[in-house]
């Protein structure tokens, strides 16, 4: 069957480009073939090597629908490729880390610690990248405010406590627009504020609980409780017996003391990052108070060249890089999806929502000092500056650059609801089509491969990649897995950069519609993302096509085989 699918696919790219006379990028991508893969979904438990590695496995060989980079490698033996920079606009990056440290781009124009802008670019000492959430006298931002805030705030400021009555004509659709928003924003401070309570009462009962399997592992004499154990029990008072109930309890719901810890390692990390968190602070202005204007995009040589950021209080960029390019084989933590790749960080993202004018320009960047592959794992709800970041990835288009952009974690459908940055000001019509926006996808080759919280559209996202529990770089030479749709772009990134590395001939357009088209087709009905809840546990079952462009999941040995196809045709 293998080699009938390849022969094939063979005799229909050479039909589609037997007669073609143009040049290599304007070869049109085959629409890829229809075979589907039906194979049950992996069973039991697995390893920690296969829970590390799953989004490079191959569906076919190991029940789990990775990326298939041991065939693509394969394949690509004995092929040479040139190096490819790949943007991480992001947060900092951990330059210094013993898997990324080797891959980390360094500006060849630029001579490092004279302070000096010696490539005249307007970044002076842009060794390895460029931080725009910063001043020159090396102040950086860390967190900041969502843009709801940020609206909300300047809706304060102009309108103060008037009322509709005292508001000119010109300004009324802005007056209405300000009191939505500020109605949005009050209700949603007001969520978190609720959340962030909840969780502490849930930490405090966490401790209570870990304190009850303390005392009764010691009643017990053993620490391998289970619930035949807990039958045996003499309690020597009331307390006691209540203790041993919350075990048992616990236990029969398919608990363990394990489960509990590793929950409260995540509650901990989080409700510490929430303690610092600015999202809804009216009167925080840290990025609002650096030197340039952030509502002048021509206001642009700012910032400075501490790409890291902080090691302690952010990893985001650092997982993200990791995933596209960690070493590979090198005997350390991870490998990378993408060989002859060299990182190139931009940071613009803080703790709370990017700023259009950072965004902007951290992507024409990105675009001027080379690379051709940027990943913007980040987005946000609103967008009052969004032309300037319209503008921005038309220059990318314009420069053969493609943008690879996660398509957000709100579990909702964004051919309705507005997700920025995007490539659609109507969410139907792209402005380029130099933008591969991808959902998130997990290891389970059955209804529960798209992730419950990946955003979808059939017309706004154009495929998936795996994004649940990957596993990668972390600040300080650590590692760990992380999910989101922030994962499954430099999945889908590392894809783009490996084509473009071994294939340099086909345009970022082209190199879009190979990991779409030639992805692993799902013809099975799937969960929807964002459709489980307490009243409906089980979900919405919909066809995956439907949470799609494509349809598929990007898989790097078809992106490869397809690529070399479409050369050899040309031939």
Not at 153 to 158: D, Q
Not at 191 to 213: D, G, H, M, V, Y
């Amino acid at each position: 069957m293998n080699e009938l699918k390849s022969v094939m696919y063979t005799l229909v790219a050479g039909l589609l480009f037997a007669s073609c006379k143009s040049s290599i990028n304007t070869i049109p991508v085959p629409k890829g073939t229809d075979t589907v893969i039906n194979i049950p979904a992996k069973k039991g438990t697995l390893t920690e090597d296969q829970l590390q590695t799953w989004s490079h496995m191959d569906v076919e060989t190991d029940s789990i629908p990775g990326m298939s980079l041991d065939k693509a490698y394969q394949f690509l033996e004995g092929k040479n490729g040139t190096t490819v920079i790949v943007a991480i606009a992001d947060s900092g990056t951990d330059i210094e880390h013993e898997d990324l440290k080797d891959v980390v781009w360094t500006n060849p124009k630029e001579i490092a610690g004279n302070n000096i802008d010696d490539d005249k670019n307007g970044y002076a000492d842009d060794i390895h990248g460029w931080n725009f959430l910063g001043s020159k006298d090396g102040t950086i931002v860390n967190a900041d405010q969502l843009e709801i805030t940020r609206i909300v705030k300047r809706g304060m400021e102009n309108f103060g406590d008037k009322k509709a009555s005292e508001i000119s004509e010109k300004d009324k659709e802005t007056y209405q627009q300000y009191l939505k928003l500020k109605e949005t924003f009050e209700a949603r401070a007001a969520e978190k504020k609720t959340e962030i309570e909840n969780l502490k009462k849930t930490a405090e009962r966490i401790n209570q609980i870990e304190s009850n399997f303390k005392d009764v592992k010691k009643l017990a004499g053993t620490n391998n409780l289970t619930v035949d154990v807990l039958k045996t029990l003499k309690p020597s008072d009331d307390l006691m017996a209540a203790k041993i109930a919350d075990v048992t309890g616990l236990l029969q719901r398919g608990m363990t003391e394990k489960g509990l810890l590793d929950y409260k390692k995540q509650l901990v990390d989080y409700l510490k990052t929430q303690d610092g968190a600015k999202s809804y602070d009216l009167d925080f202005n840290a990025r609002q108070s650096l030197p340039d204007n952030l509502y002048d995009i021509n206001d642009k040589f700012y910032g400075n060249n501490n790409v890291i950021g902080s090691k302690d209080l952010e990893s985001h960029g650092t997982h993200v890089s990791g995933i596209v390019a960690a070493t590979r084989n090198n005997g350390k933590g991870v490998n990378g999806v993408a060989t002859n790749v060299k990182i190139m960080p931009v940071r613009v993202v803080p703790d709370g929502d990017e700023h259009d004018k950072d965004v902007a320009l951290g992507i024409r960047y990105a675009v001027d000092n080379g690379a051709k592959v940027i990943n913007t794992s980040f987005g946000k709800a609103y967008s009052p500056n969004k032309e300037w970041v319209y503008d921005a990835i038309k220059y990318a288009a314009k420069n053969d650059v493609l943008i690879v952009n996660a398509a957000g974690n709100d579990g909702k459908n964004i051919d309705v609801d507005k997700t920025y940055p995007n490539d659609s000001k109507d969410l139907l019509n792209e402005i380029t089509d130099n933008v591969l926006t991808v959902g998130a996808m997990s290891l389970h080759y059955d209804e529960k491969l798209p992730a419950s919280f990946s955003n979808y559209g059939k017309i706004n996202v154009d495929v998936f990649a795996p994004g649940v529990e990957v596993y990668s770089t972390m600040p300080k030479d650590e590692y760990a897995p992380n999910s989101g749709t922030s994962m499954a772009a430099p999945s889908a990134a590392g894809v783009a950069a490996l084509v473009r590395s071994y294939y340099p001939q086909l345009s970022a357009s082209q190199v879009k519609h190979i990991l779409m088209n030639s992805g692993l087709k799902i013809n099975f009905d799937v969960i929807k993302p964002g459709s489980q809840s307490r009243e409906n546990p089980t979900g919405i079952k919909v066809p995956f096509s439907d949470l799609s462009v494509s349809g598929r999941v990007v898989n790097a040995y078809n992106a490869l085989l397809m690529a070399d196809r479409i050369l050899n045709s040309k031939k």
